[in-house]
């Protein structure tokens, strides 16, 4: 089990290349099963979420070599369709093979998947919808069984959520499947249009990605695509809370500005000045936070749940009361009571935070229970006076590559041991 040892109160500086995104990189390497060959995705970051999807395609009979930041994956050799529980548990995003095995090989046997503990994360939409794409579902003694001997069939999906893992299932699935899908109500967040722009780089019919309704006519055959994944739109708003709660000027190298429209405005309105040159950020922060009024998580293009935890770092430290309201996942708080360790001031009730800033932390021995709010208690920890310890980080190796290594070199006293 390794920790981070966080001297906080150094002012930031300089540069940092912002990686790329897990929550894209994660479904487009399912989705490289639905061709035969070789497909190239630049831009892989190196997460324990991506060793899983690597050891799952290996387990699946790819081939799977990285140099650096770009992944090969070799399909030819698929000759398995099922996934043990071992490896569904280590991540949500395994769930995403149920589309792709049965667009593949017309079956898939899975197990419930894993993750974060951040609420009930049911799969029933997951399920509906694959079951309206014609698959045969059956699940006994936990173990789920996907059946398509006959190919997939179109059909109209209306989801009752915009839920991002089933629309990427759906868009897998019925990238192969016989006639045309429509998916209304589908989830827009930009990992759905990289997962598309990938598909279609493929020869799939995908259009509307990004849209409310995306329209998928099904191909025979795709073949393989070289793919770069887009930057983690996560990470740049944890570096941007990193900014903010030392007061200082940082540069953000590949930053996709209009996937940050509503997390820009709450930067701005608690006094920090964004700028944008192309894919570079520019971020100063003053040397005194005001509150960041009212924060509603909501599907995008709203505030994204996954920034929740760490613009929280933000508020704690900010003049006034900041307000967030939680509507996505049902446990997402729980790194408040770490944050209350430091000395911050958050009541939550509900779905509701209240969080009344406070003029300084101090440091605590901290203990991270997911994986956004690990990022967020190393945010806090850099505002914090002395020296913070934060337990189990191996939840921040599922999404941030090297963060201590990133956090350094803007000139944070940040240690791994
Ligand atoms: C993805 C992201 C995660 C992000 C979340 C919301 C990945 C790997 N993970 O997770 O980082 O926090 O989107 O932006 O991309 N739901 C159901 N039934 C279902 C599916 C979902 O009720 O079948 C509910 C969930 O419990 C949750 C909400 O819908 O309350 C959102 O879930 P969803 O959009 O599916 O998130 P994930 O794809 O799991």
């Known amino acids: 089990m390794s920790k981070l040892l966080i001297d906080g109160g150094r002012i930031l500086g300089g540069e940092a290349k912002i990686q790329g995104s897990k929550n894209s990189a994660l479904p487009i390497l399912a989705a490289s099963l639905l061709s035969k060959g070789e497909s190239v995705f630049f831009d892989c970051p190196f997460l324990s979420d991506i060793d899983t999807s690597v050891k799952i395609l290996r387990y699946l009979g790819c081939s799977v070599k990285r140099s650096g930041h770009t992944l090969i994956v070799d399909t030819k050799g698929l000759n398995r369709d099922d996934i043990p529980e071992n490896m569904m548990r280590l991540m949500r995003s395994s769930i995403i093979y149920a589309g792709a095995l049965l667009a593949a090989t017309g079956k898939a046997r899975l197990t419930f998947p894993g993750g974060c503990e951040i609420g009930p994360r049911p799969i029933d939409l997951h399920i509906s919808s694959l079951k309206r794409l014609g698959a045969e579902i059956t699940e006994r003694h936990g173990e789920l069984t996907f059946k398509a001997p006959k190919g997939l069939k179109g059909a109209h999906i209306a989801l009752s959520f915009p839920s991002v893992g089933a629309t990427e299932n759906i868009i897998i699935a019925a990238s192969k499947a016989n006639g045309t899908t429509v998916i209304t109500n589908a989830a827009r967040e930009p990992e759905i249009t990289d997962l598309a722009d990938y598909l279609n780089a493929c020869g799939a019919s995908v259009h509307g990605a990004g849209e409310g309704t995306v329209i998928i006519d099904g191909r025979e055959n795709l073949r393989p695509a070289n793919h770069s994944i887009i930057p983690d739109r996560i990470v740049a708003a944890t570096l941007m809370s990193a900014s903010a709660v030392t007061g200082s000027e940082i540069l953000l190298d590949g930053v996709i500005k209009s996937h940050l429209d509503a997390i820009i405005p709450c930067f701005e309105q608690a006094g920090c000045k964004v700028e944008f040159e192309k894919q570079k950020m520019k971020i100063r922060a003053p040397q005194k936070l005001k509150s960041l009024g009212l924060i509603r998580t909501t ?119």
């Open 299 to 417: 599907p995008f293009p709203g505030f994204p749940t996954d920034a929740q935890a760490p613009l929280m770092a933000v508020a704690a430290v900010s003049e006034g009361i900041t307000v967030f309201s939680e509507n996505i996942f049902e446990s997402r708080y729980k790194h408040v009571g770490e944050f209350i360790r430091l000395g911050a001031d958050i009541k939550v009730e509900g779905k509701v935070a209240v969080v009344d800033g406070v003029k300084k932390l101090y440091s605590a021995p901290l203990c991270a229970k997911d994986l956004r709010g690990s990022a967020a208690l190393a945010v806090a920890a850099l505002a914090a006076e002395g020296t913070t310890e934060i337990d189990t980080t191996e939840y921040l190796e599922r999404g941030y590559e090297d963060l201590e290594v990133v956090l350094s070199s803007l000139g944070a006293s940040v240690k791994k041991v």
